[in-house]
């Protein structure tokens, strides 16, 4: 197998910071590499290196077993390896004064020096084959991230460069855009180009990579096949980071009882920031206040001092919500929606959490950790309290 | 008793007022023209990282920014002499009128060109380009529609400026002017006519930036 890049005790530091501390590593011809590992750990710093755009202050970059590049490397040697790689980064930077088929066609009509004929044709089968043909006039302004960085990827892939670095391709994107990035990169996988990825999506990773590198303090402290990083770790720094992964990706708790109803409403109070707001859809009513039971006053006095808000839609107001209305004025709105609107139980948004809380006997609430969801809910509250008629 | 308005002395010096009106228009376009591009060559070259090149540029454009349009003209017409060189007073105030606008221009660039993220240039070298080329194709057209507005205001408080050039016997509108009222003691008539004419010459200019700026804020082929 022929070797694409050999990366040889590359070191490098922002002033007195060490940011990368002697990182070797290979990739061969249509291999697949995923850097992953901890921000701060220097994976990104490692690409921007890779794609000379940022100086190392030692080691060396071998390209295609001939071109070397070390730190004295001038800007026009420099120059000529990067016509070789693609970069695509994380926050897209296509440019916004140029069409989407004009990013594409520009890089290849200035460097490739190909005829305007033969740019727009490349660029229209790029866009093609990224799904975005229908896009070609349009300015990347206004289109959504997912298409951004897909229009990224098929200007990089334009230019045929012979190594890929992908730079955490999906980390400014929404959950639910993700994922037409991750097929194009399969697809590119299974044409066999030679690819080189930093993410902290490790799913994502073991999907498509050959090999898995873990980075941790500037240094690749393990690499190998997914199935063995994910699975059988050998250093405890891996597992440590793919454990805190996993555990943030998504949590449910389940909290049934009168006591666990009490500790926990009182434990997530104490939990969140001041300021914090929570968003309340349906209310139980006088039922609520029953279950938080004599915890009620120090559940209160919690909220006055930390100034936790609540904002509600409901369809009544009991007489009890009334109370804490006149008691934490500041921090207590209510909005009221028609009845048919009403949620039974309630729905609580607390920045990622989600609270569902039903109010049988014994009441229960089933905590749900999950961004995506509950930005959805948020939204859903938001179109309600829009509708909602205010309480004074 | 009223003042009693002569108004015909206008009609007997038009060819003297049309001349300075010429000279008024002419030394403002060459002005603008100039003053930009020397801007740009000021913004440039105190990007380049050499301290040999980037300090004295530096030191230049806030010299040029600091002193007083005027005293810029007089020292030029009346100071550099003194060592040989002496300049005819179109040139002095020409030369004095672009500095001092390149001085100002060279700062709306930089910060136009700084209000440009980063990643512009970056992903620009990544995809081949060298850095002069990512600044004409990349940086600059952005930066420039950013900068328009403020570039507009320039010009137009620099064709004000043209005026200062009378004390250097430039023969533009507000000299010509008073060349007239030396011989025809008609002041009145001759500084409210000009002041009209200064209008004349303005207005389309700030007609002229705000249409610009309508036409570079709505960019929309398709949706």
Not at chain 1, 46 to 68: N, P, Q, S, T
Not at chain 1, 181 to 197: D, H, N, S, V, W
Not at chain 1, 225 to 244: V, W
Not at chain 2, 179 to 189: A, C, G, H, M, W
């Amino acid at each position: 197998m022929k070797t694409v890049l050999r990366v040889k005790g590359l070191k490098k530091s922002y002033g007195d910071v060490k940011v990368l501390t002697g990182v070797d590593l290979e990739l061969n011809k249509g291999e697949i590499k995923c850097i992953i590992g901890g921000s701060g750990s220097g994976k990104t710093t490692i690409l921007r290196c890779l794609g000379l755009l940022d100086d190392f202050d030692a080691g060396e970059v071998i390209f295609e077993d001939k071109d070397k590049i070390t730190p004295e490397s001038t800007e026009k040697e420099k120059k000529q390896i990067r016509d070789k790689l693609g970069v695509v980064f994380q926050d897209f930077n296509l440019w916004p004064h140029k069409t989407v088929l004009e990013n594409i066609m520009e890089p290849l009509l200035l460097i490739r020096k190909v005829s305007k004929k033969e740019a727009k044709e490349k660029g229209l089968l790029m866009l093609k084959k990224v799904g975005l043909k229908e896009k070609a006039d349009v300015y990347p302004d206004f289109l959504s991230g997912g298409q951004k960085q897909r229009v990224a990827i098929a200007r990089t892939l334009a230019m045929e460069p012979n190594i890929l670095l992908l730079d955490e391709i999906t980390s400014a994107l929404d959950p639910e855009l993700v994922g037409g990035i991750l097929k194009l990169i399969k697809r590119l996988a299974r044409e066999g180009q030679t690819m080189l990825l930093v993410t902290h999506h490790v799913r994502f990773a073991s999907e498509i990579a050959d090999t898995i590198l873990f980075i941790d303090k500037g240094k690749i402290i393990e690499e190998g096949s997914p199935r063995s990083i994910i699975y059988g770790a050998k250093e405890a720094r891996t597992r440590d980071f793919l454990k805190t992964l996993i555990t943030h990706d998504q949590e449910i708790n389940v909290y049934e009882g009168y006591e666990d109803f009490k500790a926990f409403l009182i434990g997530l109070l104490k939990r969140v920031k001041p300021g914090t707001i929570g968003y309340v859809l349906g209310a139980a009513g006088d039922r609520w206040y029953e279950c938080i039971g004599d915890a009620i006053d120090e559940y209160e006095k919690i909220r006055h001092e930390k100034n936790i808000k609540w904002k509600m839609v409901i369809y009544k107001l009991s007489a009890k919500e009334r109370k804490t209305l006149e008691k934490l004025k500041n921090m207590t709105e209510y909005r009221l929606i028609p009845k048919e609107l009403n949620v039974p139980g309630n729905i609580n948004i607390w920045g990622d959490t989600i609270l569902l809380q039903t109010f049988g006997d014994p009441p229960t609430i089933i905590e749900i950790k999950n961004k995506a969801l509950a930005q959805t809910y948020l939204n859903y509250f938001k179109l309600l309290w829009e509708r909602g008629k205010e309480v004074n | 008793m009223a003042y009693q308005w002569h108004w015909d002395v206008l009609w007997q010096f038009r060819f003297a007022l049309w001349k300075g009106f010429l000279i008024t228009i002419a030394l403002s376009v060459l002005v603008i023209i100039a003053g930009t591009i020397l801007g740009l060559i000021f913004t440039l070259l105190r990007r380049v990282n050499h301290p040999l090149i980037k300090w004295p540029v530096s030191a230049l454009n806030e010299i040029l920014r600091d002193l007083p349009i005027l005293v810029i003209l007089i020292w030029l017409y009346y100071v550099l002499p003194i060592t040989g060189i002496i300049l005819p007073g179109f040139l002095a105030a020409f030369i004095g009128l672009s500095l001092s606008l390149a001085a100002f221009v060279s700062e709306t660039f930089r910060s136009g060109i700084e209000s440009i993220p980063k990643g512009q240039m970056e992903s620009a070298i990544a995809l081949g380009y060298s850095k002069s080329q990512a600044m004409f194709k990349i940086i600059l057209p952005q930066a420039f529609k950013r900068m328009l507005p403020n570039l507009m205001g320039l010009y137009i408080h620099q064709i004000k400026n043209t005026a200062l050039a009378s004390v250097i016997a430039v023969d533009e509108l507000l000299h010509s002017a008073n060349v007239v009222i030396s011989t025809t003691y008609r002041p009145l008539e001759l500084y409210t006519a000009i002041a009209v004419i200064y209008l004349i010459i303005i207005m389309p200019v700030v007609a002229f930036s705000y249409y610009i700026e309508k036409k570079l804020g709505i960019k929309v082929k398709t949706l």
